[in-house]
Every structure is written in structure tokens, then in C-alpha cells.
């Protein structure tokens, strides 16, 4: 489990994140909500080291991940798929897997072949470079670069970012098959929350740097007020 308490992250005089808590379970899809701006890339960005926050503390179990190094936080399971999805254009897809795997034990060719199962289109594709992919395709390998390492944590920056919607909905179907397969913690930040909202347990609003609300997904997602001001799902 992943438990955040009274988390504060400045950058200079922005005040990104204020006194903001929050859990993510096992097995449950945790989505991160709120408009540009309200902070949900700067704690991913947190739990995963790349900032350091001002105070409060960032656990996984009973550990605490602040001020340990990113490549630290990445061996202890929490793998991070940044916006923009953060593979290597210039590089087959079999070598963006590789460099997936290359700080962790796994074997390579054991987990390639995982990979291509769940992902069969990247097993049609290995050869390819990634810049001939698309939208999907990448985002789709974003996420195998990520489970290449077994993590027990996934974060996912805005995956839908730039697909179509038929696109969207399938990623989004496979982020919730793999979180309840793989027993995985999945942070889903996103600010698409009609399509989150289907597939996460629970829901988080971020509004300006702190949680305006936290419940499961159903009730978020039943939220006239919270639909209205700070979801832009306008009924
Ligand atoms: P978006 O969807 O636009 O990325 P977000 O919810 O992910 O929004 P953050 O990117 O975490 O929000 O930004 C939170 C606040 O921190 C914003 O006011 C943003 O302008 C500011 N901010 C983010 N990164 C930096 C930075 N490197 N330097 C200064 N301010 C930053």
C-alpha cells in the first residue's frame, strides 16, 4: 500500500501541494482527478523521488520514500509512466523493453515474453522502431516498459493523453484487468474523468493543490457538484 500524509511540495514560491493525504491499495485503481494545474503530476512525481517534498511523508508498507533516491523508489517496486509516455522513438520496441528491465532481476527473455503476451501487438511490432507506432501502441509499450520490472506500483501519468476515445476506453479496460490480475497498486492520474471514473475503485479530486475529495469511484463519479466544478463533466 502506498499511504501519502500531510504531503506539501513547493517549487520555489508555487505551492504545487498542500497538506494533501490519500491511500492506494492493492488490486485497486486509484484515479487522480482535477483540472490543469491541481497538482497530480507533481505527486506522482513525488512517490516516485523526482521532487522532494517540504514535509509530510510518502510511505510504501510501513517504508517511507522521502528523500530516497529515484532509482531506489524504482527498485522497491514503483514504476512511474510519465506523461507523455517517455519511450525512446529512436529505439526498436524490443530495446525500449529491455531498458525497462535493465535495473531489476527479472529475466530479460522470461519477460519479454510476458510482455508480448498480454501486449500482442508489440509482439508483432518488436523490430519495429517506436517512432512508427501509434498513439495507443506506444502508450500500450509505456506500460510494458513499466510491468517489464514486476512492480508491485504503477504510476500512469495521463495515459489517455491524445488517443481516440474507442482507444482511450480499451487502455483503460486493460489498466483495470492488470491492476486486478497483477494485484497491483495502480495511481491513475488523469484529467479525462469520464474515462477513469469507469475503471478506477477509487477517486481522488485535487484542486489546487489540495483534495477537495476522496471516496470510491461510484460516489465521485455520482457527484453532481463534484462533476460540475472540478471534473468539467457537465451534465
Ligand atoms: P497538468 O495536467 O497541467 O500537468 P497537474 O495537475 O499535473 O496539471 P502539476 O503539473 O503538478 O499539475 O502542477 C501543479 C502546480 O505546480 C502548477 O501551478 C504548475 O504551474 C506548478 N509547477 C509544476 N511544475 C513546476 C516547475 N517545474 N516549476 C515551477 N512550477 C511548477
Redesign the pocket.
Known amino acids: 500500500m502506498i499511504r501519502i500524509e500531510h504531503l506539501c511540495v513547493n517549487?520555489?514560491a508555487?505551492k504545487?501541494?498542500r497538506d494533501v493525504s490519500l491511500e492506494a491499495s492493492p488490486g485497486r485503481v486509484t484515479a487522480v482527478l482535477?483540472?490543469?494545474?491541481?497538482?497530480?503530476?507533481?505527486?506522482l512525481?513525488a512517490i516516485s523521488g523526482l521532487v522532494s517534498p517540504q514535509s509530510g511523508n510518502i510511505l510504501l508498507g510501513d517504508r517511507s520514500l522521502v528523500r530516497m533516491a529515484t532509482e531506489n523508489i524504482a527498485r522497491l517496486g514503483v514504476s512511474h509512466v510519465p506523461?507523455g509516455r517517455g519511450v525512446i522513438a529512436e529505439l526498436t520496441v524490443e530495446d525500449n523493453l529491455r531498458l525497462g528491465a535493465l535495473a531489476s532481476k527479472v529475466n530479460i527473455a522470461e519477460g519479454l515474453e510476458a510482455q508480448y503476451q498480454r501486449f500482442p501487438v508489440l509482439g508483432d511490432r518488436r523490430k519495429k522502431y517506436c517512432a512508427t507506432l501509434s498513439g495507443g501502441e506506444r502508450q500500450m509499450l509505456a506500460m510494458a516498459r513499466a510491468l517489464i520490472a514486476q512492480p508491485q506500483v504503477l504510476l500512469l501519468?495521463?495515459p489517455s493523453l491524445g488517443l481516440a476515445p474507442q482507444v482511450t476506453s480499451e487502455l483503460m479496460k486493460t489498466i483495470h484487468q492488470l491492476c486486478e490480475s497483477k494485484n497491483l497498486t495502480v495511481i491513475l492520474?488523469e484529467?479525462n474523468a469520464k474515462s477513469a471514473l469507469r475503471i478506477a475503485h477509487t477517486a481522488v479530486v485535487?484542486h489546487?493543490?489540495t483534495v477537495v475529495a476522496s471516496d470510491d469511484a461510484d460516489k465521485v463519479a455520482s457527484d453532481d457538484d463534484l462533476r460540475r466544478y472540478y471534473l468539467g463533466l457537465v451534465q
Open positions: 517549487y520555489g508555487v504545487a501541494l482535477g483540472a490543469n494545474g491541481a497538482g497530480k503530476t507533481t505527486l512525481r506523461e501519468d495521463e492520474v484529467q485535487l489546487l493543490g
